[in-house]
C-alpha cells in the first residue's frame, strides 16, 4: 500500500472530525521520520518531527502520530499490506486539530474509529467558535454519531446568558407591599 493511499484511509476514517457536507481534498501527511510495518494482521505506520496532516477540512499537528491498521487478506509476501480498516490513531505531543469553526489542542488524542471515538487528555481544550463555547478538563470524551462530550474536571465556558434577575424598584401588579423598615 502507498503513503498516500494510507494517507487518504486516514482522513476517511478520522470522520468524527470532518465535516459532512465539505468539499474533498487530497490527504497528505508529512512528517520529518517515517517508520511503516507490517505483519500478517496489521499495519503500523509511525510518523515522527513535524507531523503535518492535511484533508478534507481538517487540520491535524503533532509531534508524532502512530497509526495502526487491520490487513486485508492479500499478498503475504508484500511489503506493505492493503489497509482494510483502521484500529487506532494515536497523536502525541503539542497536537492541534483545526476543523472548520472547531479547534482542539492537548497533549495526547487516541482516536478509535470502530468506536466512533476520540479521547483528548494531557491538558485538552476544545473551542468551537461557530458558538463560542470552550471545554477543557483532565479528559475529553468526543462520541462520533451521538453529538456528546464527557469528560472528568470539567469546566465549560460560553456566551454570557442575559440577565435574569429583576429590577427591584418596578412594582409588580397584584405583588403585596413590602413593609417598610422603621
Known sequence: MT??????????L???????????QPTVIE?????????DAETTSIFEGN???????????CDRLEVVAFRAK??????????????SL??????????????AACGKAVVLPGDDKITLSDRPVVTDRGVGWTWTGDELLLLRGERQVR??????????VKDLGFDKDKK???????????
Open 172 to 182: 409588580v401588579e397584584g405583588a403585596p407591599e413590602t413593609p417598610k423598615q422603621p
Open 3 to 12: 503513503l498516500p493511499r494510507l494517507a487518504l484511509l486516514l482522513a476517511a
Open 31 to 39: 512528517s520529518q521520520k517515517l517508520d511503516m510495518k507490517s505483519t
Open 151 to 160: 469528560g472528568t474536571n470539567v469546566r465549560i465556558v460560553g456566551p454570557p
Open 90 to 103: 494515536v497523536a502525541t505531543g503539542s497536537v492541534h486539530i483545526v476543523q472548520g469553526d472547531r479547534e
Open 74 to 87: 492479500g499478498d503475504p509476501g508484500a511489503t506493505i499490506g492493503k489497509v482494510e480498516r483502521f484500529k
Open 51 to 61: 507531523v503535518i496532516v492535511t484533508g478534507t477540512n481538517l487540520k491535524l499537528t
Open 14 to 24: 478520522a470522520g468524527p472530525l470532518l465535516a459532512q457536507n465539505a468539499e474533498t
